[in-house]
């Protein structure tokens, strides 16, 4: 029976690339925790709107935005088990009784610890660069949004106040006719 190489032994201490992201709070870019923001438009028009910088789905602006500072660090690993998916080793520090655990690739795995940190940088640079790419096209979608915003409610308010000048002036008519309705009904009865 041909046996099948595995490229990290069972039991062998290595060195692995593991997430050690954080999170932390600081004050909405857009309106520096007041919750709010002044949208003032080219005719001198001024609008103040919930900021939507800060707001998350359909919660209220809470004035501060969550950012992660993605970071790596080597971690001594030892596998117990190795499983094979997809043409890929995985290796777990489980037993192999455990029934619950998770697996690391072996893309994270290495016998050097220098190579380790190379690769825990790399990891770090290319998820803080995808982390700020998000940041900043939600930002811009999010400022994008507010200025739809007020554009659309001010049409909407243009809209209601000529159908509500056209609703007024068919009353003021039909008011009208009535009145001269009641002035021809005298007149004839005179
Ligand atoms: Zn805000």
Redesign the pocket.
Known sequence: MPALEIPFAIGETVWCSEPASTRERLP?P??DGA?TVKMLLGNGEVYTLP?R??QVGCDP?R?YVEVVTWSYEPRKFTPRRVDMSCGEFHYSAASPEATCFGYVDTSKMFHDKAECEADCERRAKEAQEGEDQRMFWNLKSKRKDMAWSVHYWRSQAIKFRKELAWVEARLHVSKEKKADAARGGTDADA
């Open positions: 909405c857009d309106c919750k900021c910088g800060c602006s004035g």
